[in-house]
């Protein structure tokens, strides 16, 4: 594709000669200001192109083949549950954002008048009891993970029983797959921020599954638990993959996901 004109029509006087707005010509005027440097309608007609030939080349779902509109709507709940994961996504990744300005990931000895309480729990606690509305904010990041949980195994549940994952769609159902993992990763690493009694057996409990791996499980453990045993670097690691890894993937994941149900369109049941 070339930068240089393609012809030498006066876009200037055209624009005059028509009857057109303030806002209206400012546009036009702008946009042949970037297209005469920079080509934009071309890339504009290129997209417009690759996405006819995306769509086309879909094949007709068997509601619009046989025309089933009103034979299949018994299923219809079962297709909102991918955006019910969606929005609990979302508000997990909002309360959770607030949520980070109160704790703090630390494993030494807190100011909580329990024995043997961590920095960690002492801010989850406050948060809980001294905190304006907290309670209700860490329960709401609570509930959205686990509707979101609930509503990603659902929606993997309708997808294959309904037979959605056949082609043209095999490579989201894998991604659907790569979701679902990364939903258990996150719930698990959201589950031990708390340092408290559960968190300790659940990270332990993590810990010995990691050691039963073949050949490569002590090289696990270290990488993921800080060593073989429960300490800061354990809290640490599933605080940066919680807060500063996971929500950066996962939101990638979601939005090639998301591209390709909109080129691909929903597929009904089979």
């Given at each position: 594709m070339?930068?240089?004109?393609?012809?030498?029509?006066?876009?200037?006087?055209?624009?005059?000669?028509k009857?057109?707005?303030?806002?209206?010509?400012?546009?036009?005027?702008?946009?042949?200001?970037?297209?005469?440097?920079?080509?934009?309608?071309?890339?504009?007609?290129?997209?417009?192109?690759?996405?006819?030939?995306?769509?086309?080349q879909?094949?007709?779902?068997?509601?619009?083949?046989?025309?089933?509109?009103?034979?299949?709507w018994y299923?219809?709940?079962?297709?909102?549950?991918?955006?019910?994961?969606?929005?609990?996504?979302?508000?997990?990744a909002?309360?959770?954002?607030?949520?980070?300005?109160?704790?703090s990931?630390?494993?030494?000895?807190?100011?909580?008048?329990?024995?043997?309480?961590?920095v960690?729990?002492?801010?989850v606690?406050?948060?809980?009891?001294?905190?304006?509305?907290?309670?209700?904010?860490?329960?709401?990041?609570?509930?959205?993970?686990?509707?979101?949980?609930?509503?990603?195994?659902?929606?993997?549940l309708?997808?294959?029983?309904?037979?959605?994952?056949?082609?043209?769609?095999?490579?989201?159902?894998?991604?659907?797959?790569?979701?679902?993992?990364?939903?258990?990763?996150?719930?698990?690493?959201?589950?031990?921020?708390?340092?408290?009694?559960?968190?300790?057996?659940?990270?332990?409990i993590?810990?010995?599954?990691?050691?039963?791996?073949?050949?490569?499980?002590?090289?696990?453990?270290?990488?993921?638990?800080?060593?073989?045993?429960?300490?800061?670097?354990?809290?640490?690691?599933?605080?940066?993959?919680?807060?500063?890894?996971?929500?950066?993937?996962?939101?990638?994941?979601?939005?090639?996901?998301?591209?390709?149900?909109?080129?691909?369109?929903?597929?009904?049941?089979?």
């Amino acid at each position: 594709m070339s930068v240089e004109r393609k012809d030498e029509h006066d876009h200037e006087a055209w624009i005059q000669e028509k009857d057109l707005t303030p806002i209206e010509s400012t546009f036009l005027t702008v946009l042949v200001w970037l297209d005469r440097r920079i080509r934009i309608v071309d890339y504009l007609e290129l997209l417009e192109t690759l996405y006819y030939r995306v769509n086309l080349q879909m094949p007709k779902s068997h509601t619009e083949q046989y025309n089933l509109d009103n034979k299949f709507w018994y299923w219809y709940p079962l297709y909102s549950l991918g955006f019910f994961s969606t929005l609990a996504y979302v508000v997990a990744a909002i309360s959770g954002a607030l949520l980070g300005f109160y704790y703090s990931p630390s494993a030494a000895a807190g100011t909580a008048n329990i024995e043997g309480a961590t920095v960690a729990y002492s801010t989850v606690a406050a948060i809980m009891t001294d905190l304006n509305f907290g309670f209700f904010l860490r329960s709401l990041h609570r509930w959205a993970a686990q509707v979101m949980t609930a509503a990603v195994f659902l929606h993997m549940l309708r997808v294959y029983f309904t037979g959605s994952y056949k082609e043209p769609r095999e490579v989201n159902w894998l991604i659907g797959i790569v979701l679902l993992s990364l939903t258990m990763v996150f719930g698990y690493t959201g589950y031990l921020l708390p340092w408290d009694q559960l968190a300790y057996w659940a990270g332990q409990i993590g810990v010995e599954m990691s050691l039963s791996i073949p050949f490569v499980g002590e090289w696990v453990a270290q990488l993921m638990f800080g060593g073989f045993s429960l300490g800061q670097a354990t809290l640490q690691r599933m605080y940066i993959l919680h807060v500063f890894l996971l929500p950066f993937v996962v939101t990638t994941v979601i939005a090639i996901h998301l591209g390709l149900v909109w080129m691909q369109g929903i597929a009904e049941p089979h």
